[in-house]
């Protein structure tokens, strides 16, 4: 069943005996700065919480010593970190940025993410796999621009939304199994 507004309002406010679903919690959809600028949404909306993207980067690049992309060798090298409030993202490139939430998964909870329209209808592409029973972490997001221009992505807007679906404990969970994303704090690379 997937998790509606007050479902999922009940999962981050009435944190007995769990931790919140999503913290920091906004709830209902945001779409104004303080200043009264207008941002990309983020914030409780009737099936989902559109998540934030936070202020690390790490950029793709094509200057490093590697020749080809490999999961299971470390390639930080293939990377330029930044931070700031926004980030170009080179022409048919990706970086690599992490949500500005804390996610806690309840052990019947599963979590799909999607990018958010404003972004897919100017060519970017968020992609994340789900958040398993009992994972919890900021969530780390690959973004890619199909565009043969710059993109330009926003600290501290909407990037993606989450969407909740509960059914049974499952046998073992996430967290059961010592799952090697557990607990991330920053934007992490490709782990073995």
Same mark, same amino acid.
């Given at each position: 069943?997937?998790?509606?507004?007050?479902?999922?309002?009940?999962?981050? *406010?009435?944190?007995?005996?769990? *931790?919140?679903?999503?913290?920091?919690?906004?709830?209902?959809?945001?779409?104004?700065?303080?200043?009264?600028? &207008?941002?990309? =949404?983020?914030?409780?909306? =009737?099936?989902?919480?559109?998540?934030?993207?936070? #202020?690390?980067?790490?950029?793709?690049?094509?200057?490093?010593?590697?020749?080809?992309?490999?999961?299971?060798?470390?390639?930080?090298?293939?990377?330029?970190?930044?931070?700031?409030?926004?980030?170009?993202?080179?022409?048919?490139?990706?970086?690599?940025?992490?949500?500005?939430?804390?996610?806690?998964?309840?052990?019947?909870?599963?979590?799909?993410? *999607?990018?958010?329209?404003?972004?897919? #209808?100017?060519?970017?592409?968020?992609?994340?796999?789900?958040?398993?029973?009992?994972?919890?972490?900021?969530?780390?997001?690959?973004?890619?621009?199909?565009?043969?221009?710059?993109?330009?992505?926003?600290?501290?807007?909407?990037?993606?939304?989450?969407?909740?679906?509960?059914?049974? &404990?499952?046998?073992?969970?996430?967290?059961?199994?010592?799952?090697?994303?557990?607990?991330?704090?920053?934007?992490?690379?490709?782990?073995?």
């Amino acid at each position: 069943m997937i998790l509606n507004d007050h479902q999922i309002r009940e999962l981050c *406010l009435d944190t007995k005996p769990q *931790l919140p679903l999503v913290a920091p919690f906004e709830d209902g959809l945001v779409s104004t700065s303080a200043d009264g600028q &207008r941002i990309i =949404s983020y914030g409780l909306s =009737s099936f989902g919480y559109d998540a934030r993207l936070d #202020r690390s980067f790490k950029i793709a690049t094509n200057v490093s010593p590697l020749t080809v992309v490999d999961p299971k060798v470390e390639h930080s090298a293939a990377y330029i970190e930044h931070h700031g409030d926004e980030v170009l993202i080179p022409p048919h490139g990706f970086v690599l940025a992490q949500t500005l939430e804390y996610f806690h998964i309840p052990e019947d909870v599963i979590a799909i993410c *999607l990018g958010k329209s404003t972004y897919a #209808r100017t060519g970017i592409i968020v992609n994340v796999t789900p958040l398993e029973p009992g994972w919890h972490g900021h969530v780390t997001l690959e973004i890619s621009n199909t565009n043969s221009l710059p993109a330009r992505v926003y600290a501290g807007e909407g990037i993606c939304q989450f969407l909740f679906f509960q059914g049974e &404990r499952p046998d073992v969970t996430y967290l059961d199994r010592g799952g090697k994303y557990l607990g991330q704090t920053e934007v992490t690379l490709p782990r073995v």
